[in-house]
């Protein structure tokens, strides 16, 4: 077992090695990996002020365990790979999450008071004491990872969550409106094509980079450089109409809508299959299912709908062109 001692709470990992199920560690403990090493654990819990560092490596929770970290803590995953496939980390208040180039895999993240059992009968809906930190450049940093929790970050970023050849940006922009929960969401300069509605709940500032698509005179077309935040709906689904063989594309955006602002979730519903056709003559069959299945027209298309005007929500310096692609 490679494992050098380095004081009464520090442990060093530099080859491979398994942890035992059920361990607990006390206050100030330090976990090091380096050397690429490759270390598994079960549940595995440290106390209030400790520290693991993945200097190089991987640090795996084996599935359906639990890795916890006391408050105060430091998870250091800027250098290596944190590993929750099938498993869950609680990082309990105040303690910090750091990341860097190495994505997340998979699992759970609890944060905040999603990371401790809270008690409302006790006060316990102080917020303020039950947040953790979560620190990234903007860059893929978490890779089919969910959350639990209140987390809090400067900004969030779609980029988290994209692959580097996303075509559909609209996952990505809500799970970062989901993480962050209130404050701002930040979309750098860039074309963001999109499939399904952008859902910017109450508190979230989706803001982009203010600038002009180089293209001039034309309103609704991309420019080879682009030095703004433009959003770009995407058609993606071909059918067949009940009216003389007709055939059209259609979309997913919910009620039509692209950007839907504090709009309540049964608002913007939308299923993955089509209603049939219903009514007495070949036009009302057509009118009706075209309602039904939200198919729209260019020029039909509703970009951005607000449910209702909340102080702190708002969507800024984004271009939207009102045109499918």
């Known amino acids: 077992m490679s494992i050098n001692y380095v004081g009464s709470n520090r442990y060093l990992f530099q080859s491979d090695e398994t942890f035992n199920d059920n361990i607990e560690l006390p206050d100030n403990t330090e976990i090091i990996l380096r050397n690429d090493a490759h270390v598994s654990c079960g549940n595995l819990t440290l106390g209030r002020n400790s520290l693991i560092c993945i200097e190089s490596g991987v640090l795996t929770v084996k599935a359906g365990c639990k890795l916890t970290l006391g408050e105060g803590s430091r998870?250091?995953?800027?250098?290596?790979?944190?590993?929750?496939?099938?498993?869950?980390?609680?990082?309990?208040?105040?303690?910090?999450?750091?990341?860097?180039?190495?994505?997340?895999?998979?699992?759970?993240?609890?944060?905040?008071?999603?990371?401790?059992?809270?008690?409302?009968?006790?006060?316990?809906?102080?917020?303020?004491?039950?947040?953790?930190?979560?620190?990234?450049?903007?860059?893929?940093?978490?890779?089919?990872?969910?959350?639990?929790?209140?987390?809090?970050?400067?900004?969030?970023?779609?980029?988290?969550?994209?692959?580097?050849?996303?075509?559909?940006?609209?996952?990505?922009?809500?799970?970062?409106?989901?993480?962050?929960?209130?404050?701002?969401?930040?979309?750098?300069?860039?074309?963001?094509?999109?499939k399904r509605t952008i859902r910017v709940r109450v508190g979230i500032q989706l803001v982009g980079e203010a600038g002009m698509n180089l293209n001039y005179g034309e309103v609704n077309s991309i420019g080879t450089d682009v030095n703004a935040t433009v959003i770009v709906p995407i058609q993606t689904v071909s059918t067949t109409a009940p009216s003389a063989g007709a055939s059209t594309l259609t979309h997913r955006f919910a009620r039509g809508i692209v950007i839907a602002v504090n709009l309540q979730s049964q608002y913007l519903i939308v299923g993955d299959s089509y209603e049939p056709a219903t009514g007495n003559t070949e036009e009302e069959k057509y009118n009706n299912w075209k309602k039904a299945n939200t198919v729209y027209d260019v020029h039909e298309i509703p970009m951005m709908e607000v449910g209702y005007q909340v102080p702190g929500t708002l969507v800024r310096y984004i271009k939207r062109l009102s045109k499918f692609y």
């Open 75 to 194: 998870l250091d995953a800027r250098s290596g790979v944190l590993d929750l496939v099938g498993a869950r980390c609680d990082i309990r208040p105040e303690s910090t999450l750091m990341l860097s180039d190495y994505p997340v895999r998979g699992g759970t993240l609890a944060g905040g008071w999603g990371a401790i059992p809270v008690s409302w009968d006790n006060g316990d809906y102080k917020f303020h004491k039950y947040r953790s930190y979560l620190q990234a450049p903007i860059s893929r940093v978490f890779d089919g990872t969910e959350f639990v929790g209140h987390w809090d970050m400067d900004r969030a970023y779609p980029q988290w969550f994209a692959d580097a050849d996303c075509d559909d940006w609209s996952e990505p922009i809500n799970k970062a409106i989901d993480l962050k929960g209130s404050g701002e969401v930040f979309l750098p300069a860039g074309i963001y094509y999109v």
